[in-house]
């Protein structure tokens, strides 16, 4: 057995993001990200879940160094241990597109309208191995349309991007990644733009990817039920913050951060269109990232808010021992001694000055 465990695939610690930017005629700072950290392991699934401007995209597009030059960037970014953040644009490429591959929501806009899908993937394998002909591209390419669920690919392949549906487009975007042997695939919000049934189609193949090659996924959405349907593990964002983490259905059945409750009570459930279940909008305006609360960033929305919650910004903390539900796989912690270093439950990370978590030392 071994004696440490593997280190995880991904670590990120302290992520921070900041813009300058010009409001009117006065430079403001934009902290779009502000202290985030998490991991994942090989083929696990991470979902990010937060309003728009919660920083979920900014956060994960520093991963494979996609932040435009005017982003100031700190903290700490490992693939496989080994430190991204600060690496040129040459020695980024060796991860960019290659171990880590990236889908957005709107596929059709990745493409140039002009080229066949047959030289956008002898492009894209020739990045890998510039030896790479054509008649072999195109096999590849066969075989990796038929996996990502496209039928008649090497027909296809004659087609140019206007000539697919969004659903396509972003299996094509798929079989890409793949084509590349990538580890690690950052999803964000790629089902927004489809229907429901389409939506479900893709998320049951990045499944599938996640079994079959033990790829990890990064699957970002504003649709919390989406993401609890896909994940392992869900980070609840709010104002560039992380502020809740456990275990998917720990999250789902029992969320303790009052911003979570408040995106459950305002999502809209699958079939509820026919019952009787009102959903209730969270009131308020996101918090605004030029001028940040002093405190908790939820405190102006919050119906449970108290003097306390605009004093600081309450910090990350284990969810205190016998005050969680402590359901989540992997986090078998029942009191006192199971945290790695005293008491909480470090699988169930809260930041609400209504949980008393204690900190690990
Ligand atoms: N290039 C940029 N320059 C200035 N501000 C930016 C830039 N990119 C993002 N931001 C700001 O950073 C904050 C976080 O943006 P981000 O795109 O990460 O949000 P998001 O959670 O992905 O939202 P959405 O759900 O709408 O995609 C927002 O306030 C956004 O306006
Ligand atoms: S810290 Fe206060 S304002 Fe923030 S979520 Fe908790 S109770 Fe609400
Ligand atoms: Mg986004």
Do not use: W
């Amino acid at each position: 057995m071994d004696e440490f465990p593997p280190a995880p695939l991904l670590e990120v610690k302290d992520l921070r993001v900041s813009f300058q930017v010009l409001r009117g005629v006065t430079r403001s700072l934009i902290r779009a990200v502000r202290g985030v950290s998490f991991s994942l392991e090989r083929g696990s699934i991470l979902g990010i879940v937060g309003e728009s401007g919660s920083g979920k995209s900014v956060s994960t597009q520093a991963v494979p160094g996609l932040l435009p030059a005017s982003a100031a960037v700190s903290g700490s970014v490992k693939y496989r241990g080994k430190e991204l953040l600060g690496l040129s644009v040459e020695e980024m490429r060796e991860y960019r597109g290659r171990k880590i591959g990236m889908i957005f929501q709107e596929p059709g806009r990745s493409y140039d309208p002009l080229q066949n899908m047959a030289s956008v993937f002898l492009e894209t394998l020739r990045n890998s191995n510039p030896a790479v002909g054509r008649e072999e591209a195109a096999a590849k390419a066969e075989a990796l349309l038929g996996e990502t669920g496209l039928p008649n690919g090497r027909e296809r392949l004659m087609n140019f991007p206007h000539q697919f549906s969004g659903g396509q487009l972003q299996r094509i975007g798929i079989a890409l990644a793949l084509a590349q042997n990538c580890e690690l695939l950052i999803a964000d919000e790629p089902t927004t733009a489809l229907d429901v049934t389409i939506q479900r189609q893709i998320v049951e193949l990045l499944r599938e990817l996640r079994k079959n090659r033990q790829i990890s996924i990064i699957f970002i959405s504003h649709d919390i039920d989406l993401v609890a349907d896909i994940s392992d593990r869900i980070m609840v964002m709010y104002g560039g913050m992380v502020m809740e983490s456990a275990d998917s259905p720990v999250i789902a059945s029992a969320p303790r951060h009052p911003y979570t409750k408040s995106l459950i009570a305002a999502s809209p459930r699958f079939g509820s269109h026919y019952s009787r279940e009102r959903l209730v909008p969270i009131p308020g305006k996101v918090t605004d990232p030029a001028r940040p609360e002093p405190g908790c960033p939820f405190a102006p929305r919050c119906t449970q808010a108290r003097s306390e919650c605009a004093a600081a910004v309450p910090e990350l903390r284990p969810l205190a021992p016998g005050t969680g539900d402590f359901a989540g796989k992997g986090s078998a912690v029942t009191g006192k001694g199971d945290c790695v270093n005293t008491g909480g439950n470090p699988a169930h990370t809260i930041r609400c000055v209504l949980e008393g978590g204690e900190l690990c030392p």
